[in-house]
Antibody, heavy 117, light 107 residues
Framework: DVQLVESGGGLVQPGGSLRLSCTAS????????IHWVRQATGKGLEWVSA???????HYAESVKGRFTISRETDKNSVFFQMNTLGAGDTAIYYC???????????WGQGALVTVSS | DIQLTQSPSTLSASVGDRVTITCRAT??????LAWFQQKPGKAPNLLVF???NLKSGVPSRFSGSGSGTDFALTISDLQPDDFATYYC?????????FGQGTKLEIK
């Protein structure tokens, strides 16, 4: 069965950093594009970043230059390094798999990131 | 960036009703559009991909239509389990974007 499990969320002070992990099972991360989508409490969904099968990366303007997506194939995991965090980054962060036809077919359960002093 | 606007933002309906949620894009996304259902405290679930293709296991009372800039999600014969928030999302070009969501409430 395909599963995505996020970890690494928590409380961080403004200006701080956090690294999220997304560990996949049931498929190889190298074979699919992996995305991050976030959702602030009571708000809508915001696409944030992607790492494609070929290694290319994409970011939303709101996080470009602060967040970095990467992967480690031996751990079958994708990582999301988030720096210079602000209150606007407080959200649940979901790790997603895009199918071979690019639509999001599997979501993780989400990791809560809270930026507060 | 391509923006998606959903209408309405909130929809009140009764069990057994037929409802339609629309999603309009600021430029053509061809048929690279998906619809998701989200319930409180849960991750979204895929309902429709490529504008009109129902994901396996999704009830046939759900249907998607449209292409280019105008899309719709129709739910016929509403069931109690259908009251949730619905999002459209394009995957035509980066950055991908979501509509702002439509909350379907019980009348």
């Amino acid at each position: 069965d395909v599963q995505l499990v996020e970890s690494g969320g928590g409380l961080v002070q403004p200006g701080g950093s956090l690294r999220l992990s997304c560990t996949a099972s049931g498929f190889r991360i190298n074979d699919y594009d992996i995305h991050w989508v976030r959702q602030a409490t009571g708000k809508g969904l915001e696409w944030v970043s992607a790492i494609l099968t070929g290694g290319a990366t994409h970011y939303a303007e709101s996080v470009k230059g602060r967040f970095t997506i990467s992967r480690e194939t031996d751990k079958n995991s994708v990582f999301f390094q988030m720096n210079t965090l602000g209150a606007g980054d407080t959200a649940i962060y979901y790790c997603l798999r895009a199918s071979s036809w690019y639509y999001f077919d599997y979501w993780g359960q989400g990791a809560l990131v809270t930026v507060s002093s | 960036d391509i923006q998606l606007t959903q209408s309405p933002s909130t929809l009140s309906a009764s069990v057994g009703d037929r409802v339609t949620i629309t999603c309009r894009a600021t430029q053509s996304v061809h048929t690279y559009l998906a619809w998701f259902q989200q319930k409180p405290g849960k991750a979204p679930n895929l309902l429709v991909f490529k504008a009109s293709n129902l994901k396996s296991g999704v009830p046939s009372r759900f249907s998607g239509s449209g292409s280019g800039t105008d899309f719709a999600l129709t739910i016929s014969d509403l069931q109690p389990d259908d009251f949730a928030t619905y999002y459209c999302q394009h995957y035509h070009t980066y950055p991908y974007t979501f509509g702002q969501g439509t909350k379907l409430e019980i009348k």
